[in-house]
T-cell receptor
């Protein structure tokens, strides 16, 4: 089955800095890569996703890149703000099972 | 619009007692349904998923079981809880295919 590794487990940045979270996956058949944000005590919610037919996708301060050859994808947050503080999860899914496999999460702390 | 309801929000149960967590989805039909457990520092662990009524797949051997008696109802159960069953349980749904998963509010289960 799919295995998703996510790094780092904790990331601490100053407000205004950029943050990068990296994930690798094992199943070359995976072609859907969503990212979820989970604020303290709340449910995970999708913030951005990318499919294997594109290499990069942007939404305001958030961008995701995908390298299918190397089987890794990354989340980039620019101009971080304290409200970006949360746990971020990457996931991978394939057309075969549709079941997303999640990484272990990254706790992002943005210091004002 | 679609909504997902999960209850209760918190639950304290003694060791050896039974468990029943319920999740219902409104506004869609034939969704994929999931139960995840989130332990501190371990991300989102998929416990069960279902692609249709009566169809349950288990990802990990454990003390829990799941059932889908109706198209939009997913139940997580245990006959006898263990201390190790404590955690944050999340129900989720998605449309068929590679799409976003929507999570319920979660149930914080503490087994004492």
């Amino acid at each position: 089955g799919e295995n998703v590794e996510q790094h780092p487990s904790t990331l601490s940045v100053q407000e205004g800095d950029s943050a990068v979270i990296k994930c690798t996956y094992s199943d070359s058949a995976s072609n859907y890569f969503p990212w979820y944000k989970q604020e303290l005590g709340k449910r995970p919610q999708l913030i951005i996703d990318i499919r294997s037919n594109v290499g990069e996708k942007k939404d305001q301060r958030i961008a995701v890149t995908l390298n299918k050859t190397a089987k890794h994808f990354s989340l980039h947050i620019t101009e971080t703000q304290p409200e970006d503080s949360a746990v971020y999860f990457c996931a991978a899914a394939s057309g075969g099972s549709y079941i997303p496999t999640f990484g272990r999460g990254t706790s992002l702390i943005v210091h004002p | 619009s679609q909504t997902i309801h999960q209850w209760p929000a918190t639950l304290v149960q003694p060791v050896g007692s039974p468990l029943s967590l319920e999740c219902t989805v409104e506004g869609t039909s034939n969704p994929n349904l999931y139960w995840y457990r989130q332990a501190a520092g371990r991300g989102l662990q998929l416990l069960f998923y279902s692609v249709g009524i009566g169809q349950i797949s288990s990802e990990v051997p454990q003390n829990l079981s799941a059932s889908r008696p109706q198209d939009r109802q997913f139940i997580l159960s245990s006959k006898k809880l263990l201390l190790s069953d404590s955690g944050f349980y999340l129900c989720a749904w998605s449309d068929q295919g590679l799409t976003e998963a929507f999570f319920g509010q979660g149930t914080r289960l503490t087994v004492v």
